[in-house]
T-cell receptor, first 114, second 112 residues
């Protein structure tokens, strides 16, 4: 089975711009979770989608949003980028129905905001 | 109190030794427990998951869970230099499905 894929892998943006990141889960997985990883804060949860519905949301400002499509692919969007948004953005997929299943991570998108 | 705490390390062991990584969690309602390994510049890779009290073995890795003490550990036997990485403990709480709570990780170095 193919693993979780994320595009793009690297991105450079300037402050004030917006960005959209994409995640394709493992075939058959219906849950996609998004995390932000920085050296200072570690891995922090952004949100989770299951069957096109946001089931859980972390403590991030409204500039961070996401969605999930009927084929379980997910996108996250960050508007009005700030320098502090520079991070590795990871998505993880799981079977999802119970909410307790193992999550498998994609390779991540490394975002640099200048 | 943080949701998940790990011994911060770094931990350094010689090749062939046992590496012991520890983790405590704050929510008694937590039900699923995971250990991930992350190499520098890479994404987390699943090592083990455990749901029930006791030990779970997979090759050189053993996960131990004690829900009464709210404690999870990972033992790596016959450590190899390729095991050198950051090990992340993660927990899913019963009340927040689909959300992993991570510790800050323990950096392990295995020297030849």
């Amino acid at each position: 089975k193919a693993g979780v894929t994320q595009t793009p892998r690297y991105l450079i943006k300037t402050r004030g711009q917006q960005v959209t990141l994409s995640c394709s889960p493992i075939s058959g997985h219906r849950s996609v979770s998004w995390y932000q990883q920085t050296p200072g804060q570690g891995l922090q949860f952004l949100f989770e989608y299951f069957s096109e519905t946001q089931r859980n949301k972390g403590n991030f400002p409204g500039r961070f949003s996401g969605r999930q499509f009927s084929n379980s692919r997910s996108e996250m969007n960050v508007s009005t980028l700030e320098l502090g948004d520079s991070a590795l953005y990871l998505c993880a997929s799981s079977l999802g129905a119970g909410g307790q299943e193992t999550q498998y991570f994609g390779p991540g998108t490394r975002l640099l905001v200048l | 109190q943080k949701e998940v705490e790990q011994n911060s390390g770094p931990l350094s062991v010689p090749e062939g030794a046992i590496a012991s990584l520890n983790c405590t969690y704050s929510d008694r309602g937590s039900q699923s427990f995971f250990w991930y390994r992350q190499y520098s510049g890479k994404s987390p890779e699943l090592i083990m998951f455990i749901y029930s009290n006791g030990d779970k073995e997979d090759g050189r890795f053993t996960a131990q869970l004690n829900k009464a003490s709210q404690y999870v550990s990972l033992l790596i036997r016959d450590s190899q230099p390729s095991d050198s990485a950051t090990y992340l403990c993660a927990v899913i709480r019963g009340s927040t499905l689909g959300r992993l709570y991570f510790g800050r990780g323990t950096q392990l170095t295995v020297w030849p």
